[in-house]
């Protein structure tokens, strides 16, 4: 499965260790697409405070200084992608809401994936990316790559893909081709049900032979199985953690609920509380075009 247009990937980063990790991924798939790369930083509404301009704490500046401050920043962004990562990237400041400011440029440039780090829940709380990781996710029409943990290595060895037995699209499992042709990865595809039923079981296998079918007409290596649990998501993560994968891909955006602000139990599980990457796809109606029974989660 080759990439037909050239990808373009968007990083939203702060500054912080976890975004720098995303940063790090993301050049590596921008490396191994040959997609193109854009930085975001976006600025909290209208008080600013920046490291380029240390006299300045939590300031009220006027139009023209938040054009100076934005340009400052702009330049030293690029500086430090030249020199930690040899490349010369578009960069874009923007000052509003962070998730919101992040999936109106993508939206409105077509970019095709965004890499974002998330440091994942704590109770009722979420840390500063992490909660914005999960709003994204769960509002973006397009593929969220959220990056959480450091890996001694870059790129993805083995891909999760999990699978239930509702009807969505197979873009993900498009998606994980694609990333497992440029990585060399080995594909972990795992069935999970929460039922026993026979004739069930016996469907859910139809459905995973035609998308090993896929997986085998692209010639990448794959194991597959089906496994019983009560709570989905938790056996999604073991399994994850058991095959020692680095990548979990998961259908996200259908699940959605509460005018797209929380995400299902499913993702919102996997997505703060995974020890490993995960790349969330919303699901879309109008790509639904396989004669097989659909793709889920």
Not at 219 to 229: A, K, R
Not at 259 to 282: E, G, R
């Amino acid at each position: 499965m080759k990439n037909e247009k050239q990808m373009k990937i968007l990083v939203p980063i702060d500054f912080s260790e976890i975004s720098d990790l995303a940063l790090s991924e993301a050049v590596v798939l921008m490396k191994s697409l040959d997609a193109k790369l854009t930085i975001m930083h976006v600025l909290k509404s209208h008080i600013l405070e920046f490291a380029v301009f240390p006299e300045v704490h939590t300031t009220e500046l006027s139009l023209d200084d938040q054009e100076v401050v934005k340009e400052n920043m702009k330049n030293e962004i690029l500086e430090k992608a030249k020199l930690n990562y040899g490349i010369i990237p578009d960069v874009y400041i923007a000052i509003g809401n962070i998730a919101r400011e992040i999936i109106d440029y993508t939206s409105r440039k077509k970019y095709d994936l965004i890499v974002m780090g998330t440091h994942g829940a704590s109770g009722y709380k979420e840390l500063f990316i992490g909660s914005n990781a999960q709003h994204v996710v769960a509002e973006s029409e397009i593929p969220v790559l959220t990056i959480n943990k450091k890996k001694n290595y870059t790129g993805f060895m083995n891909i999760l893909i999990p699978i239930d037995n509702s009807t969505h699209s197979r873009e993900k499992v498009n998606m994980a081709l694609l990333i497992a042709e440029s990585f060399n990865s080995q594909i972990h595809l795992v069935g999970l049900t929460d039922t026993k039923d026979e004739l069930e079981l016996d469907k859910f296998n139809i459905k995973l032979e035609s998308i090993e079918n896929v997986i085998e007409a692209d010639g990448l290596t794959y194991d597959s199985e089906i496994v019983y649990g009560n709570n989905l998501a938790k056996t999604a993560l073991h399994l994850a953690e058991e095959k020692h994968c680095d990548l979990i891909i998961i259908n996200s955006g259908h699940e959605s609920r509460m005018n797209n602000y929380l995400l299902n139990t499913f993702s919102h599980q996997i997505v703060n509380h995974a020890n490993v990457s995960v790349l969330s796809i919303k699901h879309k109606e109008s790509h639904f075009s396989i004669e097989t029974p659909g793709y889920g989660i």
